[in-house]
């Protein structure tokens, strides 16, 4: 059974950081593309930030300088670093997994106050 379980939302102060993780099992870890996705009330879902197996990346315009991805293949977990949150970043954070399949986890908030 895959399992991807998000951990690190929470509340933060415009111009703070969090850090999220997500802990996968039931995949070869190693082997996935995994990325960060989120989802703002009345928006659609959309691509944060993605780490390829050799360890290449990709982010979205608007968090590109602010964001990091990694990955710690020993651990199957990948993690998004945010510095400088701006009350835009407001929304759910979701993990996904990318092989052959595509996974999903629960979601974490993430609320940037102003």
């Known amino acids: 059974q895959v399992q991807l379980v998000e951990s690190g939302g929470g509340l933060v102060q415009a111009g703070g950081s969090l850090r999220l993780s997500c802990a996968a099992s039931g995949i070869i870890f190693r082997l996935n593309v995994m990325g960060w996705y989120r989802q703002a009330p009345g928006k659609q879902r959309e691509l944060v930030a993605v780490?390829?197996?050799?360890?290449?990346?990709n982010y979205a315009d608007a968090v590109k300088g602010r964001f990091t991805i990694s990955r710690d293949n020993a651990r199957n977990t990948v993690y998004l670093q945010m510095n400088s949150l701006k009350p835009e970043d407001t929304a759910v954070y979701y993990c996904?997994?990318?092989?052959?399949?595509?996974?999903w986890g629960q979601g974490t908030q993430v609320t940037v106050s102003s």
């Open positions: 780490i390829s197996s050799g360890g290449s990346t």
């Open positions: 996904n997994a990318d092989r052959i399949t595509a996974y």
